[in-house]
């Protein structure tokens, strides 16, 4: 009995000393070094690049433009790539991008290496497209975008003595005025504008690391006509974009009241007997005349399928397109065809199709545009279009309430004589 109790006694003993030198034992934290800009473990910045994505610490950079009668052929072999390099090239290139088309002023940039040689050459061949050609043991060419930003903008006048002149004077660039033509082509006859008129633009303007490139879109417009308000409003509903009125109409029509980018003089008009300039003799004029340089762009009045394209006498090289069953349309003096216009051809409301010309019996550059409604001719300066369809109930809501934004910012453009705005909205 005792033994067992001192045996129990020295278990007990020695649980109890454990016990206590875990308790007593000193626990070391070892102690990290203190975090400093020395110490700090951070992951390398990746080398500088230029717009186009290319290291620049790599590379000597060349950069010009094209000059005339320049080509890639001439432009690499200047800097020492090999006539078998370039013909690799020009095979790597096929059926992704069209070398021989390089325009004087292009830019274009030559990338070469420690040694002297080429590794790379980008031809900026749009505002915001280039190609990019790497030259290795096997070439590589990418066609790319450049990232374009947009800036609201605005510009007010009262109307002296031209649309165009008045928004010019303020420093905006002339596309705005064809731009602008082009969305009240069906509702604004910009010939007949008077002195006192007025206008209100909301547009975007465009720029490339804040390098201007031009405008963009117009977002809303209100026109002051012979004290008549007409306004307009650039709606896309994901499918589709346009402009519209107030109410959702579409300012659009089922065909083009002038087939030109711009409203150029009327040297002739629709008449059923006129006084032939070369014939000498009175007849029907079942046309339209607009006097224009030779080589301007002529444009589809609307969508549908070339039937005619072809030189045809008096008419001079002609094309005839048929819209629908109700409406058909002919182009008469062309100078040429655009490329891809041939019977059978489908094409859109806007496309070129032809460039002014005098061929057949013409005194000089001008289009005879004709209409015909039912095969009967019609005059297209006169004559009220059907319009396209206007927002469907579907979206009037999301247009409403783009119209009510447009119009917050519309409300704070005042109209000036000379002021160009740019907004911050």
């Known amino acids: 009995m005792i033994k067992k109790l001192a045996g129990i006694f020295l278990l007990l003993f020695f649980v109890v000393f454990s016990l206590f030198k875990l308790s007593s034992r000193e626990v070391v934290i070892e102690e990290s070094e203190p975090l400093s800009i020395e110490n700090l473990n951070e992951i390398p910045p990746a080398p500088s690049s230029d717009r186009y994505g290319i290291q620049i610490a790599d590379h000597q950079i060349i950069e010009s433009t094209i000059k005339r009668n320049e080509s890639l052929y001439i432009i690499l072999s200047r800097h020492g790539v090999s006539p078998d390099t370039i013909h690799q090239i020009q095979l790597a290139a096929r059926d992704k991008v069209n070398l021989t088309r390089m325009v004087p002023g292009q830019s274009y940039n030559i990338y070469k290496n420690a040694d002297d040689t080429v590794s790379s050459f980008v031809w900026r061949n749009a505002p915001t497209e280039y190609t990019a050609i790497h030259l290795g043991d096997e070439i590589q060419i990418e066609q790319n975008t450049i990232p374009v930003e947009t800036r609201m903008s605005a510009v007010s006048g009262s109307i002296n003595s031209s649309l165009a002149g008045s928004i010019m004077e303020q420093g905006v660039s002339q596309r705005l005025v064809v731009e602008l033509a082009n969305i009240y082509a069906w509702t604004i006859d910009f010939y007949g504008l008077r002195k006192g008129d007025q206008y209100k633009i909301l547009y975007k303007n465009r720029y490339i690391e804040d390098e201007y490139i031009g405008i963009g879109k117009i977002e809303a417009v209100e026109f002051v006509h012979r004290g008549e308000v007409k306004k307009a409003y650039y709606f896309d509903n994901g499918e589709q974009g346009g402009y519209y009125d107030e109410e959702g109409n579409s300012l659009r029509r089922a065909m083009m009241r002038v087939p030109f980018e711009y409203n150029p003089r009327i040297s002739s008009s629709f008449s059923h007997s006129r006084m032939h300039p070369i014939l000498n003799t009175r007849r029907p004029h079942y046309g339209t005349d607009y006097a224009a340089p030779t080589g301007t762009p002529i444009l589809a009045a609307g969508d549908g399928v070339v039937t005619e394209a072809q030189y045809r006498g008096g008419n001079g090289n002609i094309v005839q397109i048929k819209?629908?069953?109700?409406?058909?349309?002919?182009?008469?003096?062309?100078?040429?065809?655009?490329?891809?216009?041939?019977?059978?051809?489908?094409?859109?409301?806007?496309?070129?199709?032809?460039?002014?010309?005098?061929?057949?019996?013409?005194?000089?550059?001008?289009?005879?545009?004709?209409?015909?409604?039912?095969?009967?001719?019609?005059?297209?300066?006169?004559?009220?279009?059907?319009?396209?369809?206007?927002?469907?109930?579907?979206?009037?809501?999301?247009?409403?309430?783009?119209?009510?934004?447009?119009?917050?910012?519309?409300?704070?453009?005042?109209?000036?004589?000379?002021?160009?705005?740019?907004?911050?909205?």
């Open 323 to 425: 819209h629908n069953s109700v409406y058909r349309t002919a182009y008469l003096h062309m100078s040429r065809f655009a490329p891809g216009i041939r019977p059978g051809v489908n094409v859109k409301q806007g496309q070129v199709i032809g460039y002014v010309g005098q061929t057949g019996l013409a005194t000089g550059p001008h289009l005879c545009y004709r209409l015909y409604k039912n095969d009967t001719p019609v005059n297209s300066v006169t004559y009220d279009f059907p319009a396209h369809e206007g927002i469907s109930d579907e979206h009037i809501a999301d247009f409403l309430a783009e119209v009510e934004r447009l119009d917050r910012m519309m409300d704070q453009i005042l109209v000036t004589e000379s002021d160009d705005l740019v907004l911050n909205f």
